[in-house]
């Protein structure tokens, strides 16, 4: 079985930019959670999805945004990005809520 | 609010030495428990999680660790390190009542030298 796919792995933006993330969690997972580790903070949650909702949100402002679609497949935005946004993404999928999640290699994501 | 503590930043280690990272934790409510391995420029990999029954848990290279309850703590051992063991441990918790989302420690940098 596939693992959790990200994409893209690498991306270079420029400040005030917008981008979108893609992660294809594992067959069969419904519920897929976004993550962003950076040195300073560490691994923060941002969001979980599950059967095309939202039902948890981090601490993060607005900018940040998400969705799910009917295969599951899930995608993060970051609008008018910021130097701090730089950070490892990472997306995670479940078959059920309470279930292990299993991580995706992440997006490296660097804003100049 | 759930908060994780690692008590360790940085752990090193000879190799075949036993090891023991710390991990505790902060809840109202109960949790689920894990630990998970991030090898330098990868995702990260579950390596054990408790969810109930046996407090000790045990991974297939080794590692196990046990939740205490009453200390709210969930430490990770291994009798004898591999130098394949270096890697960055993240302790996390996962409250009962939301599904989905992991609340990471800080992480443990494990460094095992011949």
């Known amino acids: 079985k596939a693992g959790v796919t990200q994409t893209p792995r690498y991306l270079i933006k420029t400040r005030g930019q917008q981008v979108t993330l893609s992660c294809s969690p594992i067959?069969?997972?419904?519920?897929v959670s976004w993550y962003q580790q950076t040195p300073g903070q560490g691994l923060q949650f941002l969001f979980e999805?599950?059967?095309?909702?939202?039902?948890n949100k981090g601490n993060f402002p607005g900018r940040f945004s998400g969705r799910q679609f009917s295969n599951s497949r899930s995608e993060m935005n970051v609008s008018t990005l910021e130097l701090g946004d730089s950070a490892l993404y990472l997306c995670?999928?479940?078959?059920?809520?309470?279930?292990?999640?299993?991580f995706g290699p992440g997006t490296r994501l660097t804003v100049t | 609010a759930q908060s994780v503590t690692q008590l360790d930043s940085q752990v090193p280690v000879f190799e075949e030495a036993p090891v023991e990272l710390r991990c505790n934790y902060s809840?109202?409510?109960?949790?689920?428990l894990f630990w998970y391995v991030q090898y330098p420029n990868q995702g990260l990999q579950l390596l054990l999680k408790?969810?109930?029954?046996?407090?000790l848990v045990e991974s297939i290279n080794g590692f196990e660790a046990e939740f205490n309850k009453s200390q709210t703590s969930f430490h990770l051992r291994k009798p004898s390190v591999h130098i394949s063991d270096t890697a960055e441990y993240f302790c996390?918790?996962?409250?009962?009542?939301?599904?989905?989302?992991?609340?990471f420690g800080q992480g443990t940098e494990l460094s095992v030298k011949p």
């Open positions: 996390a918790v996962t409250p009962y009542n939301q599904g989905g989302k992991l609340i």
């Open positions: 995670a999928s479940s078959l059920a809520r309470e279930d292990e999640q299993y």
């Open positions: 067959s069969g997972h419904r519920s």
């Open positions: 408790y969810l109930s029954g046996s407090t």
């Open positions: 809840s109202s409510v109960s949790v689920y």
């Open positions: 999805y599950f059967s095309e909702t939202q039902r």
